[in-house]
């Protein structure tokens, strides 16, 4: 073979490389202050290129996203990609354990794969209360077109992003909880920032008599499970945090803080109005949030009268176990999602970790097995990258299981080792009157059992991974447990934390420790070369790269 035969050969083998990397969607981000009224008054919120919410994610499976966020905030700022597995690269998670906080008048990039999902998820800012103030926004993962979806092509796709909200700023309700004191009940509810009371605004959506429409919904709040639903319109569930679900109807779905859905709409009522509606549930007083979808040409008001949410927690627990996970769909490869048999999984660890709450040193923490986190000025993952968490934090300060009384908190930097590639049980127990509600960065797992009362090894005969929805929150009822199974197969530093933002702040959440023992490029990225330093490790010399 001639040389030019040879050299035309590599060049085309080149090509072919770089043809065949996964397609790479850039974003460009402003984030500033500005006036926003979510309960119709005005007051400062955070704003992404002037938008709130945010501007939306609109990605497809192996897509590469590459985010550049300039911070033009007077405060330290870091984006979560709530739900994004972010394979084998916490560094990119955008958690106070695993990244330094861009500073004021900075900008740093974000690079990740949405590798292997499909779904409907969400971004919020993770500093302090920023998340009360905004800069949240959509993260669609669409599936890749030669992946079938178990449902026909809808006639457009929309975002209703709710939440509960407070008229006070965000920087006030830091204060409130720095002093001792609770945030207290929200003032409202808004859906895509906005609460149309009367009826007098403008329509989010419009919709085509006779069309199916996606409508993917997130709970974007801070602490309130909010009842979604549609005046004489049934949802129709076809997917949730990843996986297909089989697509049973309902009038109203609960969707607790941090939850995503979608659902299909069909517009085959009378062409006119209809209000979309969020309440709060679990609450003495119940707080309403609306917004109008419209027919095309459709002629009159919505209704006043809206539908009534369901009451009692019981309702809420019976819905979450009607879930099924549509084991004949093809997620975001092309085959089935799967089944498993729980009595072939080698459990190697139960963990067990109970909530608290309680006054240490006259202020209000809470606190997960008796311990309340305590954010490090160096990021977790990077002190051990680094080699010197020993200077930073210790392991396993709480135990598998809680202790006997959880009245006395500690308070402490919370990070548990788990041993890579082991199949863990999780036991969520929560002896308080409110729902709690969980999620655990960088993972899917099996949630595969929400009930009252107490956990005893003897209940995981009831388990049903045949019924088991892949997922990243998880809610627990009031005086009850959930169950969640998961392989710790993502090497890294990943957060586990109560989606209520007072309960984290005030310490319900800790950090799981993901070792791979190759210390190998197979496993884990190495350090982003533009990756931002601080604290112990700002003028260290830097480790040595994995291998390959």
């Not at 509600?437 to 991974?465: D, H």
């Not at 420790?513 to 604290?535: A, F, I, K, M």
């Amino acid at each position: 073979m001639g040389r030019g035969v040879v050299v035309a050969l590599m060049l085309c083998l080149m090509g072919a490389a770089v043809m065949g990397e996964d397609p790479y969607l850039y974003f460009t981000w402003n984030v500033t202050y500005g006036n926003i009224s979510p309960l119709g008054v005005n007051q400062q919120g955070i704003l992404i290129n002037g938008q709130f919410p945010g501007p939306e994610i609109n990605s497809t499976s192996n897509n590469n996203v590459v985010v550049n966020v300039f911070n033009n905030l007077d405060e330290p700022l870091l984006f979560t990609w709530h739900g994004v597995q972010q394979r084998k690269n916490s560094w990119q998670d955008g958690t106070l354990g695993t990244q330094c906080p861009i500073a004021p008048g900075t900008n740093y990039t974000y690079k990740f794969q949405v590798k292997d999902q499909i779904g409907s998820f969400f971004y919020y800012p993770t500093v302090g209360l920023q998340r009360a103030a905004g800069g949240f926004g959509g993260l669609r993962i669409n599936s890749r077109l030669l992946i079938p979806v178990p449902y026909a092509d809808p006639e457009d796709e929309y975002w209703v992003l709710i939440g509960d909200w407070y008229g006070k700023s965000h920087k006030t309700l830091q204060g409130l909880l720095e002093s001792g004191r609770s945030l207290g009940r929200p003032d409202g509810v808004h859906i895509n920032g906005k609460n149309d009371v009367d009826g007098s605004g403008k329509a989010l959506y419009t919709m085509k008599l006779g069309k199916t429409y996606k409508y993917r919904i997130c709970n974007v709040g801070l602490k309130d499970t909010l009842n979604f639903r549609i005046q004489g319109h049934p949802l129709k569930l076809v997917e949730t945090e990843g996986s297909h679900t089989v697509q049973n109807i309902y009038d109203s779905l609960d969707v607790h803080v941090g939850q995503c859905f979608s659902v299909l709409v069909t517009a085959d009522k009378e062409p006119k109005s209809y209000y979309m509606v969020a309440s709060t549930r679990f609450t003495k007083k119940v707080l309403t949030g609306k917004g109008i979808i419209s027919y095309t040409n459709g002629v009159g008001p919505a209704s006043p009268q809206i539908p009534d949410a369901p009451v009692g927690w019981a309702w809420s627990l019976n819905q979450f176990r009607s879930f099924r996970w549509n084991l004949t769909a093809s997620a975001a490869r092309p085959n089935p999602q799967g089944s498993y048999h729980y009595g072939q999984i080698n459990i190697t660890r139960t963990i067990k970790l109970a909530n608290s709450v309680s006054n240490v040193n006259g202020k209000l923490r809470y606190a997960i097995n008796g311990v309340s986190h305590v954010e490090s000025e160096t990021p977790l993952k990077l002190a051990e990258y680094y080699g010197i968490s020993d200077k930073v934090f210790k392991y396993n300060i709480i135990n598998d299981e809680p202790p006997a009384s959880l009245d006395n908190i500690k308070l402490a930097t919370n990070v548990l080792n788990a041993t890579f590639r082991t199949f863990i049980e999780i036991i969520f127990e929560n002896p308080t009157k409110t729902i709690q509600t969980y999620n655990l960065n960088g993972y899917s797992f099996f949630a595969v059992a929400v009930e009252p009362g107490k956990w005893t090894p003897e209940k995981r005969k009831n388990y049903n991974l045949l019924d088991a929805i892949s997922r990243h929150t998880v809610q627990v009822y009031p005086k009850s447990w959930a169950a969640i199974m998961l392989t710790f197969d993502n090497a890294g530093m990943w957060n586990l934390r109560s989606e209520n933002s007072e309960n984290r702040y005030l310490g319900q959440q800790l950090y799981i420790s993901v070792l791979s023992p190759e210390h190998s490029l197979r496993d884990e990225y190495n350090l982003p070369e533009t990756q931002l330093l601080c604290g112990l490790v700002k003028d260290l010399p830097k480790p040595p790269p994995y291998s390959s």
